[in-house]
């Protein structure tokens, strides 16, 4: 998603792909989790995933990581998921966990539970309170995937020479001062979660201001690289190393 030229359920042509060797995927997006396509090389050959599609795209990776820990080259995986996102479908399980929680996720700055989530085109429209628990589901349902992809990596010994990041386009409003979605710019919708694991890091909390421009450079630097003076953004590899400084008064 966001490779491509066209929007629309579709092959992305190589020479779309940024760059990148391998391509599994589609362009755009779609709006049933349970009905994802995916191509591969082949523009004719139009796959299902089998499952929820979170649960699909975490087996495609797991296998790639498979393939890439008995190589020696370094490498790079970028693994896109969709949900959680309207209309929020996790497999029962996980929405069963918050069917009957009627207080969930109560935020003070939300003026009125009186809401619906109404979005025609895909036929989805429900109140605020089962949006929450169904949006929330799918973060655990999430969780349990990246759990997936963790445990691959220490089966195959790549969490002692990789850095794994975890984070996401833009939060949800879920009510919070009287909006539902994504499009305010208040702290709900723009504050994003971003977990960096990996060799010499040092798990901890900072409360460092990190922009979506500093991936490149930061990344960069994590992996010993070096940086060119062109890249937008400063690295924060040493915030992720321990350092109390903070490279950013603002963003």
Known sequence: EGLGAVHGNRWVPPKYRAGFDRFVGWESGHADHWKAP???????????????????????????????????????????????????????????????????????????????????????????????????????????????????????????NTVFIFTSDHGELAGAHGYLGKGPMYEESVHIPLFVRGPGIVPRRTDALFSSVDFYPTVLELCGAAVPDTAEGVSQASVIHGSDSNPRSSL
Not at 80 to 88: E, G, I, R, W
Not at 98 to 105: C, I, N, P, V
């Open 38 to 160: 995916v191509w591969r090389d082949d523009p004719d050959a139009r796959q299902q995933l089998e499952g929820h599609e979170t649960d699909g795209l975490t087996t495609i990776a797991c296998n790639e990581l498979e393939q890439l820990a008995s190589r020696e080259r370094p490498f790079a995986l970028f693994l896109s998921y969709q949900a959680p996102h309207p209309p929020c479908s996790a497999p029962s399980q996980y929405v069963e966990r918050y069917r009957r929680k009627e207080k969930l996720h109560e935020r003070p700055n939300i003026p009125s539970h009186d809401m619906t989530y109404d979005v025609p085109a895909w036929n989805y429209r429900p109140d605020l309170r089962e949006f929450i628990n169904h949006y929330f589901a799918e973060i655990t349902h999430l969780d349990a995937a990246i759990q997936r992809v963790l445990d691959t990596m220490t089966r195959l010994q790549l969490d002692n």
